[in-house]
Every structure is written in structure tokens, then in C-alpha cells.
């Protein structure tokens, strides 16, 4: 039986908050057709109000379609680039992203211990649209055995649940045991996102260490749908950077990603791109 109280949220449309501008960094991978990564981020960051650094961790070849070619970038640099920016910004919330192999990840961890220590937010980044995989075994055990420990929120689909788990997940209840056994790697709280989850709503299933809430939504039939986890973890950065509590930032990132999947254009001939900048 698992413990700790229960609530269940209905989430409404909303325009994200704005107002005196923070920084927020993101740590991520390159998307050349600017859906998911690196770009997606940044465009949430700025639809936000926070101004958005970044750490580019590796460059993809990529469009609507598939994912052609991935190089990382070397670990000097990309500890370079934190390292840079953070010497220079007052960087008030972090969130990592692809980070492709054992070197980076491991790179990673060992430049955010010399950060001042706001909130982390890490989007396990693990397979694209088509099932490729974007990060390796053994970086996969590092941010499970690292990584995590330090982060205030992880932020998993259902396939990267089952990942870090190492459980199916058939239902809530499932969802449930799945944030126990990965909050058991020391993160702090974890949101399983309901878009690959079976049902007539989304349901994003929070648990903030014993309590666990359902932020529902509409499920929406689109396929603008390229940079969903990215665009959602990187919204609840923007608000931690904004000073929001974790259950306000679940909840606004999910409206601001359901309205950006809504109002997204038909572009390229895939899984396109949502529209970061629908309330502009």
C-alpha cells in the first residue's frame, strides 16, 4: 500500500505568468528542425518571461520524420558552457535534457556540484518519436545512481517510467509504484506524464514525496506533438525560476502545453512542432 494524501486537479487554460525577467539554463541536445531540445526550451523560457542560457550536449540531424545523425558534443565543452554561464547569470532553476552517453552525463554532474544549487528539473530524454534510442545503458544507470539525487523534480513519460522503474505501467495504480521506485533513487519528487497513458484524459500523476495529485486534461488528437516533454519540463523550470511553488509549476506547465499542442500550425510532414508562442 502506498502512502501520503490524495488530490485531483482539472486543469484549465491559462496564459503563462510574466513579470520581472530570471534566468533559467537548460542543459540539452540540438534539434535542427527547432521542435524539441535545445530550441524548445529556449522558446519556452521566453514565452515565460525567463531568460533562457544553455549547454549544448550534443547536435542532431532531425526534421518532423526521424532523427538522421546525433553527435555529442566533447565534455570540456559542454562544461565550459555551464561553467561560462553560470559565472555571468543568476541562474534560478536548471533542467537537463538529452544528455546521449555516460561521458556527458557524468560531465554534467560533476559541473552542476561546482553551481550554486537551484532547483533541477531533469526530462529524461531516452527515445524519439519513431523508438530510437537517445541515451545508452550505461548513462541511463548514471543518472539513475548520480544524477537524480540532486534534482527537485524528474519528469518521465510513460515509456521512460517504465524505464527507470523497470516496471510496466498499465494504469495510475501502476503509475503510483512506478514515482515510489524512482523517488528510491533520491530525487525529490516525480511527475509521470499522461499522454502515453490509456484513458479518455491526460493525466500527469505528481508525487511530492507522500503526496500524490492528478493534474487532468482533455486528450487532444494532434500531430503537432514534436517536443512535448521537453516543452512541459522546461515550463515547470521557467515557473521554479519564477519563484513558483512545484505544484503551481506542474499545473501551468501542463496548461501551457496543452494550448501550445492546440494552437500548433501543420508544419512538415511528421510529428510536427507546438506553438510555444500562442498567447503572443
Not at 565543452?77 to 541562474?91: C, G, N
Not at 532547483?119 to 543518472?143: C, H, K, Q, S, Y
Not at 525560476?241 to 511528421?270: D, F, M, N, W
Request: proline share 3%; with cysteine.
Amino acid at each position: 500500500m502506498l502512502l501520503g494524501s490524495d488530490r485531483r486537479t482539472r486543469v484549465l487554460a491559462a496564459e503563462p505568468r510574466v513579470g520581472v525577467m530570471p534566468t533559467a539554463l537548460t542543459i540539452a541536445g540540438s534539434d535542427s528542425g527547432g521542435g524539441a531540445g535545445i530550441q524548445a526550451d529556449l522558446k519556452t523560457f521566453a514565452a515565460h518571461g525567463v531568460h533562457g542560457v544553455c549547454a549544448v550536449t550534443a547536435v542532431t540531424a532531425q526534421n518532423t520524420m526521424d532523427v538522421v545523425a546525433i553527435e555529442a558534443i566533447g565534455g570540456r565543452l559542454v562544461t565550459a558552457q555551464i561553467e561560462a554561464v553560470a559565472a555571468d547569470f543568476d541562474v534560478r532553476a536548471i533542467k537537463t535534457g538529452m544528455l546521449l552517453n555516460r561521458e556527458i552525463v557524468n560531465t554534467v554532474c560533476n559541473a552542476l556540484e561546482v553551481v550554486a544549487d537551484p532547483p533541477l528539473v531533469i526530462d529524461p530524454v531516452m527515445f524519439a518519436t519513431n523508438g530510437n534510442r537517445l541515451l545508452d545503458e550505461d548513462a541511463a544507470m548514471l543518472i539513475r545512481t548520480r544524477l537524480l539525487q540532486r534534482a527537485r523534480l524528474v519528469t518521465p513519460n510513460k515509456l521512460e517510467a517504465e524505464f527507470l522503474a523497470e516496471m510496466s505501467i498499465a494504469s495510475l495504480k501502476d503509475a503510483r509504484q512506478a514515482t515510489e521506485k524512482i523517488r528510491s533513487y533520491g530525487v525529490a519528487a516525480v511527475v509521470i506524464t499522461g499522454g502515453h497513458l490509456a484513458g479518455s484524459e491526460s493525466i500527469d500523476l505528481l508525487n511530492d514525496g507522500g503526496t500524490f495529485t492528478e493534474f487532468c486534461g482533455p486528450r487532444l488528437k494532434s500531430k503537432s506533438t514534436h517536443g512535448t516533454g521537453c516543452t512541459f519540463a522546461a515550463a515547470v523550470v521557467a515557473a521554479l525560476a519564477r519563484e513558483q511553488s512545484l505544484s503551481e509549476a506542474v499545473a501551468g506547465a501542463k496548461r501551457y502545453t496543452e494550448c501550445a499542442i492546440r494552437h500548433a500550425e501543420p508544419l512538415g510532414h511528421g510529428y510536427g512542432p507546438l506553438n510555444h508562442f500562442w498567447g503572443k
